[in-house]
């Protein structure tokens, strides 16, 4: 058993060699599952970011709708009130027009139905003010707008519900 230094040494580079590739290779893969993990958690961060946005906006929507005055339905002024709720219906249309981007698709179903129905009605009512179309009862497009109204607050709320849960 005669072993030269040189071959002690490269016996033991060889080792080395075979260590520090070993260790190298566990390295990578561990930096690899190091890096998926960060862009796990900037994918969540981004995703808590805009859920967080949508939470504010649709919040705000909905406390703007509830700021909206009240109306007094006597029928007395009958020219008042369909004014107001003309104002209030234009204004509740606004805020639900521009939030509708930031709500879940299966809340609003029914209220863009309703939101279509009101609109037929109030072509109805311009037809009979302006061309002198048929009757229209101006009760029913009334209770639509009211109808639209709670539609529009129940698919923000259920929106802001799904959001924060």
Not at 55 to 77: G, M, V, W
Not at 126 to 148: S, W
Request: glycine share 4%.
């Amino acid at each position: 058993m005669n072993m030269d230094l040189f071959e002690i040494v490269r016996t033991i580079g060889s080792a080395a060699g075979i260590a520090a590739l070993i260790t190298a290779t566990f390295n990578f893969v561990g930096l690899r599952k190091q890096h998926q993990r960060l862009l796990e958690i900037e994918s969540f961060k981004k995703n808590a970011a805009i859920e967080s946005f949508r939470c504010t906006k649709i919040y705000e929507a909905l406390a703007e709708i509830q700021s909206f005055p009240s109306i007094n339905y006597d029928l007395r002024k009958i020219e008042q009130v369909v004014t107001e709720t003309t104002e209030r219906y234009g204004n509740l249309k606004a805020v639900f027009t521009r939030i509708i981007p930031l709500l879940e698709s299966a809340s609003m179903l029914g209220t863009q139905a309703l939101v279509e129905q009101e609109e037929v009605l109030s072509r109805k009512l311009m037809d009979h003010i302006y061309a002198g179309g048929t009757e229209m009862p101006l009760k029913e497009l009334l209770l639509k707008r009211q109808e639209v109204e709670v539609s529009v607050v129940k698919a923000l709320s259920s929106s802001l519900i799904g959001l924060t849960r």
